[in-house]
């Protein structure tokens, strides 16, 4: 059971696992067809013969594969709804536009049978069109249909279904007829919908409905579920923090309640964050001893060392980590695993299933425990003898592969084994040099692994062995080297989606230049993300008409490179961007060019005709919504017509990574569409989300922030400036808590996410430090706080977690997270080597450099590799020349891998910045520190 709870957690794209299906489904009914064993020649094979069998119609439909004349209303209704109709995103940005046609043209008597049968089509239906299919729709009857009782709509897509059906239930009861009460609201909707109830509607039921909702969301949905209309995007804030309506179901519980909830209830409520550490602590040991064999902590070390501490103590035992306190290892200290791995009894056998639990839980593990948990595997190893355990390699040790020398490998299983089991994982933790001796070990001979099942399956390449490749390992003219030239082209795609390195970037692409020259479709889709590489002129040398597609692809490429940096920098203090220097040809440039010829050569004429006066539209949104958007100009955005705007609100109010010239321009769209911004509705703001800070601060100032729902959607996203934040929280706390911000509870400040960030220190003050205890971890993720505010929340914590910053716990510490960076420079000092083990790398940044200085040589010696790397210029130079003498030494001491992964990372981008530390050059990028050889 732990294990399935873990896996439902990995971080990863949700749509891997799709995607490797349909190919082996694609395969099998292929089986024994001659000519038609892969994929491409199948599809050419269908569009000769204008027909293929309906299942492998619905694959090719499923992997977006399907010539777009077969794509017609017609059949895809009835295509949608065969079993092998299993979309992936390609599949879904391929088909959302017919299918929205198919569906606006069945009956309305006809359309809850025909939406139910087609539910795994439905995510690429736009939140702005299923609100115009389901006008007529009455949603009683939808509900009813047994396949829709199991459905998985998009965030977007379950608030317009909810907001139409309580507006609908609303509308009965105006009429003067009998309405359904909260008590039939609660029977009707499928459990699915749930957690699609607004926070405003849940917060007037009474408390037995409460119970209800709240046991029905927890057990009746994922509450970290990853949608298939878009890949994960990384933050913070979106990995690590609770769902919003998750903080919301504790706050409507005293102690007493939770205490006595069933044991199921209570788990769901522990692994899926909606109870947080401190409310755990108020729950007596003796409800939660039983079930600590169910739990596991996540996802956030804080509840994770809390549960540690309640189960292990200081120590952990052989036989406490045989049994249930072995389900929070990754929360483990350093001394605590040293002291495990001492006892004699320990196995190799006992030791895997705990780094089985750890791999499974990797991207929250500490970095320390991490280290000395692969120290004591190496041990373990080391003593082995000619009996080796049976153990499947695969599942526990597949995370810290890299860091195991060949012989100890050799010593865990075959070649084969061993690099199967890294086809698994993401890599994102491990230092370069591991994993190119990783690499190395799977590329030689006996078993000379495939490179392209090596790097292209695993984990979707996210973080993959592919990641370390270097220009010397390309060979020229040897054909049997797995990384020949000759051969590069057969995965050249795959790897330059994966590559970080820039000197390998660049010999790929020589590679490619010398074998595929830029004339065919085919040719260029091989470059992927090298495009880049080429010169502008190059680039507008490029054939048009052969360039449909390309983009599409292209954006996904980007978006495995910006993930790959992302996981490093969110879980391992290592920054990175997606592109090597700056004699790369820029994204804007590469999409200019991409989109102006699919404008061109990619459409029916009659729609080349239209695009003379349409300007952008929704369905070019989408093509880009992954990684490619925000290279678009803000001008582009600007031409987006109303219609195209509302349609593609489900993208635009939720994607990342925009400049707040692009979030300004979407905005001045907004006020077009919507009129008077005085005027906008709560459910508009919601469907903005994001783009309301675009807004300038006179506009948000006529806004009127007092539904929940508005606040978490505008919260969630967008690129919010002090200026903007300090104007949204004064009117958020004149509208909903009349001026009065001790008013303000427990959800308020886990839905205000980065706004909270506007709260001036007076604010903060005045909020009751018991809510602040309750929403700590959730404040402690913001990025956006300044040094004061920081200050104004660290005394809340001393307020609830003790003035003695000496004694608070690793838990404590890395629930306070960022705020950690409130505290006095004297207090600094004080941190003890466990307590510095559980400040995560991505907090570092955010200590106030006064602050930061209070840090000694002593602590410094605690630090990891990856907190090392975190350190900003401007904390470094607020230390004392002994204490950078320190930081030199450590980095001295793992230079040859931290200056790799760097390097491999930034390439040229680094800016030199002089710096008087004798033994390495620090260079400058962006606001971190770049250790380099």
């Not at 700590?776 to 307020?799: F, N, P, R, T």
Request: proline share 3%; with cysteine; net charge negative.
């Amino acid at each position: 059971m732990l294990e399935q709870q873990l896996r439902g957690q990995e971080v990863r794209n949700p749509l891997a696992e799709t995607r490797f299906q349909n190919a082996d489904t694609l395969r099998n009914l292929l089986d024994g067809s001659p000519g038609a064993q892969t994929k491409d020649a199948i599809v050419e094979r269908v569009k000769k013969q204008q027909s293929a069998d309906e299942s492998v119609l619905a694959v090719l439909a499923s992997c977006g594969d399907l010539p777009r004349e077969l794509l017609t209303q017609d059949n895809i209704l009835e295509m949608t709804q065969s079993e092998y109709f299993t979309p992936d995103i390609r599949g879904l940005k391929e088909m959302g536009e017919a299918f929205t046609k198919a569906l606006k043209t069945v009956d309305e008597d006809d359309l809850p049978g025909a939406i139910s049968s087609s539910m795994a089509a439905l995510p690429s239906v736009s939140s702005n069109d299923l609100k115009q299919i389901l006008q007529g729709v009455t949603l009683d009857v939808l509900f009813m249909q047994e396949a829709f009782k199991e459905a998985s709509l998009t965030d977007r897509q379950g608030n317009v279904v909810m907001e139409k059906y309580l507006a609908d239930k609303q509308e009965v009861a105006n009429s003067g007829k009998k309405s359904p009460d909260d008590e039939d609201v609660m029977e009707t909707i499928p459990k699915p919908m749930f957690r699609f109830l607004p926070v405003d509607y849940i917060s007037h039921l009474n408390s037995t409905l409460v119970t209800k909702w709240a046991q029905t969301l927890l057990t009746g949905s994922d509450m970290y579920e990853s949608y298939k209309t878009r890949f994960l995007q990384l933050r913070p804030g979106k990995i690590l923090k609770r769902r919003p309506r998750a903080v919301n179901i504790i706050s409507k519980f005293n102690t007493s309640q939770l205490a006595s909830v069933e044991s199921e209830t209570m788990v769901q409520l522990i692994n899926t964050g909606a109870m947080d550490p401190y409310t755990m602590h108020e729950i007596p040991t003796q409800t939660l001893k039983p079930l600590f064999n169910q739990l596991h902590g996540q996802p956030g070390r804080g509840m994770g060392a809390e549960l540690y501490t309640m189960c292990a103590g200081n120590d952990l035992s052989l036989e406490e980590a045989q049994q249930s306190c072995g389900n929070f290892i990754q929360s483990a200290s350093s001394d605590g695993i040293k002291s495990l791995c001492s006892d004699e009894r320990m196995s190799l056998s006992d030791l895997s299933h705990l780094v089985k639990i750890l791999c499974l839980s990797e991207p929250f593990t500490g970095d320390q425990t991490f280290k000395e948990i692969v120290s004591c595997t190496k041990q373990k190893i080391d003593s082995l003898t000619d009996d080796v355990p049976n153990i499947d390699i695969s599942v526990n040790f597949a995370c810290i592969l890299p860091e195991l020398t060949v012989s100890q490998l050799t010593k865990l299983g075959s070649q084969q084994e061993l690099c199967e089991a890294v086809e698994s994982h993401s890599l994102t933790r491990s230092l370069r040099s591991n994993v190119h001796a990783l690499l190395d070990f799977c590329l030689s001979p006996p078993g000379d692994a495939n490179i392209n099942k090596l790097c292209c399956q695993s984990d979707d390449g996210i973080g993959g062995p592919c990641t370390v490749i270097e220009a010397g390992d390309f060979t020229v003219g040897d054909d049997s080297s797995a990384l020949s030239c000759a051969k590069a082209g057969e995965f050249s795609e795959c790897l330059a989606q994966r590559m970080t390195n820039c000197s390998a970037r660049k010999a790929l692409y020589n590679c490619l230049k010398d074998n595929y020259p830029l004339t065919s479709k085919n040719n260029i889709r091989k470059y992927g993300t090298l495009l880049d590489q080429l010169s502008e002129a190059e680039l507008e040398e490029l054939p048009k008409s052969e360039l449909c597609g390309v983009l599409e692809s292209l954006d996904i490429g980007w978006w495995r490179l910006d993930q790959y940096n992302n996981l490093r920098s969110l879980f391992h203090g290592f920054k990175g961007g997606s592109q090597c220097s700056t004699d790369v040809l820029p994204r804007e440039k590469i999409v200019s060019v991409l989109m102006a010829a699919e404008r061109r050569y990619c459409q029916s004429s009659s729609k080349r005709k239209r695009r003379s006066t349409s300007g952008l539209t929704c369905k070019e949104i989408r093509l880009l919504e992954n990684s490619a958007l925000s290279a678009l100009d803000a001008s582009e955005l600007e031409t987006l017509s109303d219609e195209e705007f509302t349609s593609c609100l489900d993208v635009l109010g939720v994607v990342e990574g925009l400049t707040q010239e692009q979030y300004a321009a979407l905005a001045g769209r907004a006020k077009k569409v919507y009129g008077d911004v005085s005027a906008w509705s709560s459910s508009q703001l919601i469907e903005l989300g994001g783009i309301v800070s675009g807004l300038t601060t006179s506009d948000l100032a006529l806004l009127e922030f007092s539904n929940a729902d508005a606040i978490i959607s505008m919260g969630s996203t967008g690129l919010w400036t002090s200026d903007k934040l300090s104007v949204v929280f004064k009117e958020f706390l004149k509208n909903a808590k009349e001026n009065n911000a001790s008013l303000i509870d427990r959800a308020d400040l886990s839905n205000l996410g980065q706004l909270v960030c506007g709260a001036h220190s007076q604010h903060i003050e005045e909020i009751m430090s018991e809510e602040y205890c309750h929403a700590a971890e959730d404040i402690g993720l913001e990025e956006a706080c300044e040094a004061s505010q920081l200050q104004s929340w660290a005394q809340h914590a001393k307020a609830c977690f003790g003035d003695d910053v000496t004694k608070w716990t690793p838990g404590t510490v890395e629930t306070v997270g960022g705020v950690i960076g409130g505290l006095s420079k004297a207090e600094i000092m004080t941190l003890s080597r466990e307590q510095i083990e559980n400040i995560r790398p991505w907090t570092i940044p955010k200590i106030p450099h006064t602050e930061f200085a209070g840090f000694t040589e002593e602590q410094f010696a605690f630090f990891s590799p990856q907190q090392i790397a975190a350190i900003t210029t401007e904390q470094l130079g607020s230390l004392s020349d002994d204490v950078k003498d320190v930081i030199s030494n450590l980095a001295e001491s793992i230079k040859s891998d931290l200056g790799d992964v760097f390097s491999s990372l930034f390439g040229n981008r680094a800016s030199a910045m002089p710096m008087s530390l004798n033994l390495i050059v620090l260079l400058l990028v962006g606001n971190q520190l770049v250790f380099l050889l």
